[in-house]
């Protein structure tokens, strides 16, 4: 029976298969580009600069595929629905978030695979977050 070497694949995390923290920088880091632009979505986001929230949304991210707990360190467990709660989130915000969402994936160039993982977890957490008609 053949062994499979430490560090292979099969034990890495997603984090690590796709980069780590550059990747997702990179993606957030796009991501909030087309916020920042964005009409609707804009005014979701309080804080002047959207540095704060890019910085909470990648360490985020980085936590939830395998990367470091620095999220939660600092912030504790992330109630994502709780967080979301005083904005209201319709389908077209929904619709917007996974627009800006898509090219921030298309831009990153992963492997197939890797890509459909991601999008189906980002558009799962997007319906979740959906809490208002219209």
Do not use: M, W
């Given at each position: 029976m053949n062994e499979i070497p430490r560090g292979t694949l099969q034990e890495q995390t997603f984090y690590e298969q796709?980069?780590?923290?550059?990747?997702?920088r990179r993606l957030v880091r796009?991501?909030?580009?087309g916020v920042a632009e964005d009409p609707l979505l804009r005014p979701m986001y309080p804080e002047?600069?959207?540095?704060?929230?890019?910085e909470r949304f990648?360490?985020?991210l980085m936590q939830y595929w395998g990367g470091p707990t620095t999220y939660s360190d600092n912030r504790g467990h992330p109630r994502l629905r709780m967080r979301h709660a005083p904005f209201q989130v319709d389908k077209a915000a929904h619709d917007a978030w996974l627009r800006h969402m898509r090219d921030a994936i298309d831009?990153?160039?992963?492997a197939p695979e890797h890509e459909a993982q991601l999008w189906r977890y980002v558009t799962y957490?997007?319906?979740s977050m959906v809490n208002t008609e219209g």
């Open positions: 796709v980069g780590g923290e550059e990747t997702f796009r991501f909030y580009q002047a600069d959207l540095g704060p929230a890019e990648a360490l985020f831009e990153l160039g992963l957490a997007a319906a």
